[in-house]
């Protein structure tokens, strides 16, 4: 198996981001954002994943979060993108369910390359620290776009913290299911031949 490996860096006038992501890590998590809860988020998604990975954002946060999360997520994307490369023997679909306490969070998803996004739900708190609470939609969205994933995600509960850790889980366990090489396949599980 090839290496599975990526860092991306990402300037602008709003953010300075590097991330090195391994899709075939240990969970090894190094995260630090500006925004606590994004970083506990981040390295859930690491550890559930069992993706190593780092990120460091300096961000525009006398603002507000938004430009952080938006822009660490397109990050990830790219990185995750770039890691999969022509995506030779994944198993490309994958579906996960994951509860915390009454929160209960579904992901669907396809590495097609071909980017769609579909959420279902509402959080049932404004924010969760500093990290305002639909920008974890956003942070999906963002991501899904820059990887080329078909992601389709719901949520419901009562505390927005269960709820988008949920989400945040339940993405790690389904991208680990779908990037897992499956021995079977020598190509890139498509009729076309590519992904």
Not at 94 to 99: E, I, L, M, S, W
Not at 125 to 153: C, I, K, P, W
Request: some cysteine; charged content about 30%; aromatic content about 4%.
């Amino acid at each position: 198996m090839t290496d599975r490996t990526a860092t991306v860096r990402r300037e602008t006038a709003e953010t300075e981001i590097e991330i090195t992501l391994d899709i075939d890590g240990d969970g090894e998590t190094t995260v630090e954002t500006g925004v606590g809860f994004l970083d506990h988020m981040l390295t859930s998604f690491g550890t559930h994943g069992l993706f190593d990975l780092t990120v460091r954002c300096d961000g525009d946060l006398e603002i507000d979060d938004h430009h952080t999360v938006e822009d660490v997520a397109i990050t990830l994307g790219q990185a995750l993108d770039e890691a999969l490369g022509g995506k030779r023997g994944i198993s490309r679909f994958a579906d996960r369910q994951v509860p915390m306490d009454e929160a209960l969070a579904e992901v669907v998803l396809d590495v097609s390359g071909r980017p769609q996004f579909s959420f279902e739900g509402s959080f049932s708190q404004a924010s969760v620290g500093e990290m305002t609470s639909h920008m974890a939609r956003h942070f999906l969205r963002s991501l899904a776009m820059n990887a080329g994933l078909t992601l389709h995600a719901s949520v419901e509960g009562e505390n927005a913290h269960h709820e988008i850790e949920a989400l945040f889980k339940a993405l790690a366990r389904a991208l680990d299911d779908a990037t897992r090489i499956d021995d079977r396949r020598t190509d890139a599980p498509s009729t076309k031949g590519e992904l």
